[in-house]
């Protein structure tokens, strides 16, 4: 089956700083990415969606300087948080689409990473 | 806008009862319906899903059928172990691809 995985798996970091989140499609080539932020014992709430080689499409609310959102390749986006703050701890989960034609990939559906634990001091 | 409604819990069972969480669905057009696990500290793995109506979907034991006349996509399980304690989240997924998730229901099942 297709797998998706994000690195680091915990950060730990101080308030102002930036961190980067990776997220990768390891067994196939990944058209869509999106970014989820899923507070402690709540649902995931869509941050953005992101086409390979275009901006990211933020919802409502999303801070779009805030989180930077690059899809540079068809197997990698990264999700940065500007200047962190301890407001933004949290989980946040990548899934990726496939491009489809490939045993055990489907194109409606999404493969989710391990997700990433920021805890902002 | 397309939203998932689901039982809310937790749900705390003994093992081999059996287990249903209810989710109900409002969506334009005919989304695709999921069920998907977390196990604590992990990210959400896929469990069943279903594209159209009266599709079943299904996957260790666990069942949910895409009910379009009761918009519902309710998962059942005749027997669970301790192995099944985890949060499910209900889910559609509209044209774009893009996911709405229910709220999520903590079960507990203890031996």
């Known amino acids: 089956g297709a797998v998706v995985s994000q690195h680091p798996s915990r950060v730990i970091c101080k308030s102002g700083t930036s961190v980067k989140i990776e997220c990768r499609s390891l067994?196939?080539?990944?058209?869509?990415m999106f970014w989820y932020r899923q507070f402690p014992k709540q649902s995931l709430m869509l941050m953005a969606t992101?086409?390979?080689?275009?901006?990211?499409?933020?919802e409502q609310g999303v801070e779009k300087d805030k989180f930077l959102i690059n899809h540079a390749s068809l197997t990698l986006s990264t999700l940065t948080v500007t200047s962190a703050h301890p407001e933004d701890s949290s989980f946040y989960i990548c899934?990726?689409?496939?491009?489809?034609?490939?045993?055990?990939?489907?194109?409606?559906?999404?493969?989710f990473g391990p997700g990433t634990r920021l805890t902002v001091l | 806008g397309d939203s998932v409604t689901q039982m809310e819990g937790p749900v705390t069972l003994s093992e081999e009862a059996f287990l249903t969480i209810n989710c109900t669905y409002t969506?334009?057009?005919?989304?695709?319906l999921f069920w998907y696990v977390q196990y604590p500290g992990e990210g959400l793995q896929l469990l069943l899903k279903?594209?159209?109506?009266?599709d079943k979907g299904s996957n260790k034991g666990f069942e949910a059928t895409y009910r379009k006349e009761t918009t519902s996509f309710h998962l059942e399980k005749g027997s669970v172990q301790v192995s099944d304690s985890a949060v499910y989240f209900c889910a559609l997924s509209d044209p774009d691809y893009k996911l709405s998730f229910g709220a999520g229901t903590t079960v507990t099942v203890r031996a």
């Open positions: 992101s086409n390979e080689g275009s901006k990211a499409t933020y």
């Open positions: 279903a594209t159209k109506a009266d």
């Open positions: 969506a334009t057009g005919y989304p695709s």
């Open positions: 067994d196939f080539q990944a058209t869509t």
């Open positions: 899934s990726a689409r496939g491009l489809g034609g490939r045993a055990g990939v489907s194109y409606n559906e999404q493969f």
